[in-house]
């Protein structure tokens, strides 16, 4: 891959980027190394910020990490979508002056109490009667609620579904946003239409949706979430600009029956998380094709490992390898068949046990998903000033389409 790019005539830049990176190889660290790059989450938070025709709040669950939180909120992301009660302890106690709003459809009645009464949180979703019911209950029908019902939309865009485990049709909305309507003090719709959405038709078939619903109920509407799925860009998926997205979402939005003052909302998750980080790994082994390396399926490969993710890999060896680039798939660290990443991952084709090489895009659910298991998963974090291998805030977005070697154009 940086073989073409010099082709390009992009080698000081190529240089510059890999900075970072090479002065962590040249340590040469036992266990994996997290490069955190705060500048890129910072940029990332201000594009929505000024971009984004609403509201952005940040979903945590992509990447909890405190200093991305601070980042984030520094660059003026003030909501925060939690899922969990130790999603809203954590936003809290890291920004006290953040709001929360619990967005997972199905709650314990203890955490939706603890969330009202002790976290101040005033927005909940739900996706049937039950929920609402037990919101009633678990808030002491609390009179300050905004409660989003959950629709389901489609997830073809998308590359990760979220289209079955949650969410009403559009016939059985009718009866719970009237219900909804009915205790709530603002009353909004939401939807998640999957995540790494290629496509910004997706916001536009699920706003026909929410459209539908609301016609149906003859409810006024106060906030609609789009929810999540804005895509970064990765080998093989190089997603339309951003924009694209925000302008199909605005017109949409315009054009929905709701009331004069509603809101509009997003929930990026990925989006404002996925430059953030990036990982150093060792070779320490080769088998072939295949190479044996000290981070996996258990530790920030989850994706890569069980839905065959493709992250951008560099090698980082000075002086730089001549080999062309061959195709190699990982094994992880533990001692199971899991442990394993297809890929195709493009390196030099001397790559070779003690070599290093830097795992790009990991910020969104890469660092999230680290575990301990087999005795694994320790290793440095590290504060990188240089830019991130892809980027979809930068001016050489079409750099990175030719480097992904895909460019999906809509
Ligand atoms: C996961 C999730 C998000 C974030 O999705 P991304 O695809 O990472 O943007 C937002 N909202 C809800 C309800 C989610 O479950």
Known sequence: MHKHHRALGLAPRSTARIAAGLDIAKRKPVDPVTLVRPHAAARAARF???KFPG????????NPSPDLLRVLWDNGITHYDTASIAEVRLVKSTLPDATCCFMHPVKSPEAIAEAYFDHGVRTFSLDSMDELAKIVDATEEATDLTLCVRMRVSSEYAQLSLGSKFGVGV????ELLIATRQVADAL???FHVGSQTMSPDAYANAMERVRAAIVGAAVTVDVIDVGGGFPSV???MTPPPLERFFETIHRAFESLPVSYSAELWAEPGRALSAEYASVVVRVEHRRGAELFINDGAYGTLFDAAHIGWKYPVQLLRQPDSDA???DFSFWGPTCDDIDHMKGPFPL??????GDYFEIGMLGAYGQAMRTGFNGFGTGETVIAADEPMLSVYSDDRHVAAERTGNVVTL
């Open 348 to 353: 030099p084709a001397d790559t070779k046990a």
């Open 188 to 190: 909004g719709i939401c």
């Open 55 to 62: 509201r952005s709040m940040y979903a945590v669950k992509a």
């Open 234 to 236: 990765y080998p093989g």
């Open 324 to 326: 062309r680039d061959m």
């Open 48 to 50: 929505f910020v000024e």
């Open 171 to 174: 016939e059985e909305s009718r």
